[in-house]
């Protein structure tokens, strides 16, 4: 799902890559790096270098991901960070989230993401969330599926509209400093 929110972003000339965090030996804790061997400051670049930050995460025991959880745990660190102006680190940064999985629960972690998100000064475009959750106890997943349901199509397509159409407002008129 994370890629076809990417591919639908680029139908609208905005570009970018996929980072599976799950990947990298991101350290648990509230700073931006927690030392030696820590790849958190990386992934932190890239972000900071982003103008829209997907988070995508699939649904485990209704909660979001441990690794989903502990990308919020280390973006809590740029609430003490600040641009040139004083304002927050990621004021006039989108985000945007796509959730998956087998059981319910996708709305509580689109509602968590974008709390915490929100708090460390990303922006939300209006309907900034795509999901999909198959039955309970249903062995099929997202990635099976032999075509994307027209409702997640439709979502995916109004959230990278969305989220494009923010992003250059922001770019343009930026959040005020302080």
Not at 26 to 43: K, L, N, S, T
Not at 91 to 114: P, Q, R, S, Y
Request: charged share 25%; proline share 6%.
């Amino acid at each position: 799902m994370a890629r076809q929110v990417l591919d639908a972003l680029a139908g609208h000339g905005v570009g970018g890559d996929l980072v599976r965090v799950v990947d990298f030996d991101v350290r648990p804790g509230v700073e931006p790096d927690m030392g030696d061997g820590d790849a958190w400051p990386d992934i932190r670049r890239r972000i900071l270098a982003a103008d829209i930050l997907v988070v995508s995460t699939p649904t485990w025991v209704g909660h979001m991901s441990s690794v989903a959880q502990r990308v919020l745990e280390r973006l809590d660190a740029e609430l003490s960070e600040t641009d040139d102006q004083g304002r927050p680190g990621m004021f006039g940064k989108v985000a945007v989230t796509a959730v998956v999985g087998n059981e319910d629960g996708a709305h509580k972690i689109t509602a968590d993401l974008f709390q915490a998100l929100g708090d460390t000064g990303f922006t939300i475009p209006a309907q900034g969330g795509t999901y999909w959750n198959n039955e309970a106890m249903n062995p099929k997943d997202y990635i099976d599926l032999e075509e994307t349901p027209e409702a997640v199509a439709s979502t995916t397509a109004t959230l990278a509209r969305n989220a494009a159409h923010l992003s250059r407002l922001l770019r343009e008129k930026p959040y005020p400093a302080p």
